[in-house]
Structures are given as structure tokens and as C-alpha cells.
């Protein structure tokens, strides 16, 4: 093993242990800080009063959009 | 997750991965790379110098690279049966497109290296080595056609000019014949009005020089192809100084002609 | 327990509602439509660039006389016109508009981003004929001469800050994924185009680092600029045009990280068999790979998503397009972790298989996703509808017919050509006669694309000249709602 060989080994390990270590510590803070709480509520924020869910927004001009 | 911060992180802590990864290793590993130099020979690579190196960037501006690669895959790549179904590799080296596969090392004088990614032609590593005949690369430039019928190379008419001689003939001039250099980039042939007007003009002196009976309808056909295939007396096509640099770049290419160390499987 | 909601009441808060969403509409109108209109001009550029370039592959006499248009430097002109041109100018403005309506913020001085869309059309009219009257530079995805990227940096520094500004000033408190890709998009892509440029152009690395850095910028200008901003698209479009939240939400997040985390890895399967580190384009088919993951968590969530929905592909344009899109872009992607195999990639790699494989992807997925958006986002911009649904339905059939026929000629010519060329008993020649008739099916299928777009011009052109009924009825008015409100 040469010495190129050793150090790109090393910081591949490195890299791998620094960048694993900050994803389980974000996962673990996210947990614990409520971020996955009601998870699916955030795909409705793209609803509003106007134009809520089950209500199509698009349709050929001049043409009616079906209700779902 | 409603946090900017968090996306902002991830984003970051992801991608420099990569960066550093696939970006700042290699150029660390690759950026102290020095020629090969034995006692008593050449060091190799060596840099582009003069014409050639003007021609680097005529190959350059033209896209040359959208349509030959410069690089040769190792003996171990690009797997097809024979005869016997038996499976086989290495056609690049057997196509001579090189001697061996090429390194990173070949390419340390090269800028911008223009690998490429695309073989509508064939490879270009070592064109120099493979065809170093200047006359045949200026009359392909020229039209493609009249080296391989079958060839769809653009023709770059535009590194040549056509003119009249005056005096004696250059010594650039192509040695190619009418139908490729009336109407450069093209292949011309006469109207049949135009190739009467020839014949009567010149034909009695053609048919004498040639033996032919001008007469015949299979006389005629001989003549015109003779016609065709000399070259024009009075006129002649001479490659400009792009046409001269482009020529002067394929030839100094010269990859994986010199053996290295590291290129063997 | 809250009071029953009285009629009015509810009268009045879908009245508010539509009068924040035309506000912030309005607030996007001029500089959006400035990003899509010029977008649609560099998409007929490039497609003109495209037929001219595809002709002459196997009519090598057309338009041969002239330098300006020889194939090399046409081929460099076209992907600066549809890359830099058409593709990011459109993702600016997707990423933009997506970005104030889910932030349910206002563009702020719209004016400075009419500066950014001049800077970003200069350099890509400068690219584009730099390269046309010689200055091409022969580094894929790069072309443009050098005086064209300061243009480019300059804009892109103004897009990035006003997204940044919008998204900091959301009233929305929950961030959508679709924020998510396009947060990332903005950040990562002036990375990635600094640091390449430099290390291609103001500070030259040696040798084989350079198409490095190339393939790391030109894989990820797909996988890290329009890939997220599209998909973001589609996670947006598809379930505000059914009426119906995404599927799963879990999956769109992991999906998210998959792709942050692998698609960077992924570039240098384009130099395999290359003069580089071995390591490298192992690390990279192993990102490749692995790309499986995001991409199969988008496909399950957008077609259950779908599921159910399916006949309005019929009603909505917009849908249409997207879902296309949405479907071409799990195909590309599978293809493309499968063309990263060494054994895959040695017949692949320096043929049309890879040409095809590219369109796919750029036009099938990006592209048809975009034209998608565009449907949806153009009219509640000007406030008036689309004037004509034969353009549109002409626009779709050309598109949708045009690349299926470009994808299935050039794959199956590249690959045979492949074979062919790994066969060192086959000579050049054979191979290069062989292709005709491909490369003419695909000059087939670009005169139909091309058709398409003048189609889809022409309504847009349309639609900013005050043709067709201004926007009224159904649930997406906003044009009579403001005046009840106020």
C-alpha cells in the first residue's frame, strides 16, 4: 500500500465516520425535537380555503374541470 | 421538518462529499504527475509547441472532440464474440488506436484535455503515429469523401482557398482531382451543357492525349471521368494557415506510443 | 370546541385566500414571465441549432460551406441554447414562482430580477454565437467562450438571493419538499459552476483532473439543478392538480436525502474505461446505484398518488405533461444506474445509446415537466387562459411521439453500434453506414419536436398578446374574487 493509497484510505474512512456521525446526530435531533411529529399534515400546506383538497385546479380551455 | 437550517445543512454536508470526494482527491493525487524521462531519450509527454499547438485550439473551436475521442481503453474493455462465439476484449488497441490503453499521465501537457465521449469517428490518441501523411489529412479536411466514400465528416472546405496559379504551383497544393477541388467541399460534376461546352473547347486535345473516340457515348463517359479525376491546370487549392495548424495538431498526436510503467495491465 | 364556521365565513376566508394567492401571483407576474418568455425563445433556438446538427449527421453536404455552421461548433451552439438557455432559464423561473406561492410570500423588488434575466440572456447570446463564430471551447456542458461566464455568475448570484430572500420571508410555516429541492438547487448549482470554472478555465487543473471536474458539473447540472427543481415541480403540480396530498410524505423526504446524498456521487461513469483513478468511476457506479433508491421512492409516491386519477390525464393539459415527465424521469434514472455498470457501460459509452439515454432524460423528464408548469403557471400569471386547446393538444402528441421515436432509434442504433465498434473485424466504415437510417428517424422525430415548440410558442406568444378568455370560474379564478374582496 502506497502512501497515496494509505492517506485516500484514511480519509475515505475519515469522510465516512464524519459524514455518518453528522447524519445520526441530525436524525436523532430531529426525532427528539418533534421534526417527524404529524408528518403527513405537511403535504396538505399546499391547500388552502380557495382551493382545497379534492378540488381539481387545472383543464383544457374552455373546458370544465371534473371534480375528483 | 420546517427548519431552512436543517435543509441548509444536509445540502452542505452532502455535496461537499462529493466535492471533496470526487473533486479535491483526484486533484491532489493527479497534480504532481511528471513526464517520463530515461537517460538517453526523449522525455514524454512532451507540450504542444507552434503550429500544432494553434491547431489545438482549431480542433478546439471546432468541435473535433463532439466526435473523436482521444483516449484508449485498456486491453481488459469492450467485450464481443469471434467466429468461435468466444468472448473477447481490448478492440480499441486492436482497432490501433493506441499501442497500449492511455494513463493520466499522457494527458499532463494537454488543455483543455479533450477526452471526448463520442466515436461518430473513430479514436484520435495517436493519429499522428497512425497516419502521419500531412498531404492525405489536408485532402480528407478537405471532403472527407475522397478518402472514404462512406465517410459523413463535415468537410472543412473553410481551411482551404482556391486560386488561380500564378506562376509556378505551390508546393501545399492538393493533389486531388477536379471533382473535388472546382467547387471545394463539395463534388462537383459538369451540367452536361457545361461538359459539352468543355468537350468542344478541349475535347479534341483530351481524346488525343488519352486515345479515347469522343464520338461514343462510352468514349464520352471515359473522358468525363478522366476529366474528373486530373487535377484543374490553372487552378489549385492550398489549406490557409487553420488548415495548416489542424494538420500540424493531428500529427503531433502521439499518445500511447511510448510505454509507462503504470499502463500495464 | 370552535364554533361551526358560518357560510360567510367561509365565503370569506376562500375570498382572502385567493385574494393572498393573486397578490403574490401579481407580485411574480413581470420577472416569471420575463425568465419563461426568454426560456421559449433559446428552446426554438436550440431546437433550430438541434435540426441542423441532426441533418447533417447523415447528409454530411447540408449547409457545408460555411464554418459558422459545421458540426462541431452547431453541436456546442445547441446544448449552450436548450442547457443554459431554455433548461435553467425556465428553472429560474419555476424555482422563483413555486418558491413565493409555497412560501405564501411576495417577490420583493422584482425589478432587480429583470437585471438578472438580461445578464443570464446576454450570456447565453453571447455563448451561443461565441461558439457559432469560433470561440467554442470543447468542454462539454461548458462551451460557452470565456467572456460568457461572469454573465452567468452575476445573474445566478441574483436569482439565488432573492429565493433565499423569499423563502426567509415565508408566512407558510411548514416547508414543503418542494422547497426543499429547490432550496438545494440554488445552493448547490453556483457551487458546482464556481468551482469548475475555475478549475477548468481561470486556473487550469492538469491533465485528466479537468475532465474530472467536467463530468462532475455536467452530470449534476442534471441531477443537482434541473432534476430537483422538476421533480420539486411535479411534487407540487400533480397534487394541486388532482385535489389530492401526496401520497407519502415520509417518501418524498427520503427521496430527497437519497438524491442530495447519491446524485453528487454519480458523474464519472462518463469516463469509464477512462485514463483516471480506477477508484473513481467505482465510487461513481456505486452512486449510480444507489440512485435507485430516490428514484424509486419518487416513481411509488407519484403514481399512488395518481392512482385512482388517471382519466384526468384527459382534462388537464398541465397534468399531462407533468406526468410524462414524472414518468420518463423513473426510466432515465433506472437506465442510467444500469448504464454505470462496467459491462453495460463498455458497449454504451461513445455511441447514440448515450445520446438517446441524454434526451430521455433533459427532454422526456426536464423538459416535458416544465412545459407541464408552464400550462399551469402562465395563465395565473397574464389572468387569461390558454387561447387554443388544438396548439396544446398538438404540442403534446408532437412532443410525446417526437421523443418516444428519437429515444427507440437512437438506442437501438447506439447499441448495435456499440457491438459493432467493440468488434475490432468490423470495419469503421460498416458501422458509420449502418447508422443512417437511424440518425435519419431521429432527424424525423426533431422536425416533429420542432413542431411542438412552434405550437407551444405560438400559444404562449398568444397568451401574453391578451388572446383568449380571461380567467373566470372553477376553482382557480382569482381575477373575480380580488374585486370582491376589496
Redo the contacts between chains.
Sequence with gaps: MSA?DLA?FL??IG?VVL?GG??VL?LSW?FKSG??DNFQR?SLSIFGPDEPPGEGTDAFPGEPSPRT | ????M??????????S???????L???W???D?KPLTKDGEDPYPVPLQGLALAGKTV?????????H?Q?V??ER??????ANGEQRTG?DI??SYGQR??????????????????????DLANIGVRNPSAPWHHTHLLN??SA?A?????????FYTREKVVGTRSDKALSLGREWTVNP???WKPSAKEWDAILAAQGPALAAQKGIDPASAEGKKQLLDYWLTTPEEDYQVIPNADGDALVAYLLALRKAEVPLPEAKE | MPAPLTSEMIEANRARSAAERAAIDASCRGPVLAFAATAVFWLLMGSVLALIASI???S??FL????EL????V??AHLQAVGIGWASLATVAAALWQMCRLSRAELIYPKILYLSCALWNVGTFLAVFGIIF???????WL?APRYAPPFFIAALGIVVAWVVAV??RRRE???YVTQ?YI??AV??FP??YL?TVF??FWT??????????NW?FGHNTLG?WFTPVAVGTAYYLIPKIIGRPIHSYYLS?IGF?AL??FY??A??H??I?????GW?AS??TV?SMMMLIPVLAVAINHHMTMRGHFHRLRYSPALRFTVFGAIAYTLVSVQGSFEALK?FS??A???HY??AHAHLGAYGFVTMIYFGLFYYMIPRLTGREWASPLLIRVHFWCAAVGITVYFVALSIGGWWQG?M?????VE??KI??YL?PYLFTRSLAGILLTIGHLAFATSFIMNLAGWGKQRSGGPTFFVEPVGKAT
Excluded at chain 3, 492538469?206 to 474530472?212: A, D, K, L, S
Design positions: 497515496v485516500l480519509t475515505v469522510s459524514f453528522a447524519a441530525a430531529a421534526q417527524f405537511g | 421538518m420546517d427548519r431552512g436543517v435543509i441548509f445543512l444536509g445540502a452542505l454536508l452532502t455535496f462529499s462529493s466535492w471533496l470526494g470526487l473533486i482527491f483526484p486533484f493525487q493527479l497534480r504527475e480542433y478546439q473551436n471546432n468541435g473535433c472532440m463532439y466526435c475521442t483516449q481503453r485498456s474493455f469492450g467485450n464481443w464474440w469471434d478492440a486492436r482497432r490503453r492511455t494513463v493520466s499521465r499522457d494527458y499532463i501537457y494537454d488543455n483543455p484535455t479533450m477526452l471526448g465521449t463520442m466515436r461518430t469517428g473513430p472527407p469523401r472514404n462512406w465517410s459523413i465528416m463535415p468537410s472543412f472546405a473553410f467541399g463539395y463534388r | 447533417k449527421l447523415h454530411p453536404y457545408t460551406g460555411s464554418a459545421t458540426f462541431g461548433r453541436r456546442m469560433g470561440d467554442g471551447q470543447s468542454v462539454e462551451d423563502f426567509r410555516p411548514h416547508v426543499w432550496l438545494g445552493f448547490w457551487w458546482m468551482v478549475m477548468i487550469p487543473a492538469t491533465g485528466v483532473v479537468q475532465p474530472i471536474v462532475w443537482l423526504i436525502w442530495a446524498l453528487s456521487w458523474g464519472m462518463h469516463l474505461g477512462g485514463p483516471i483513478p473513481l465510487a461513481s452512486g459491462d463498455e458497449v459509452h461513445f455511441t448515450t445520446v457491438r465498434m467493440n468488434n475490432p473485424s469503421f466504415g458509420v453506414t443512417l
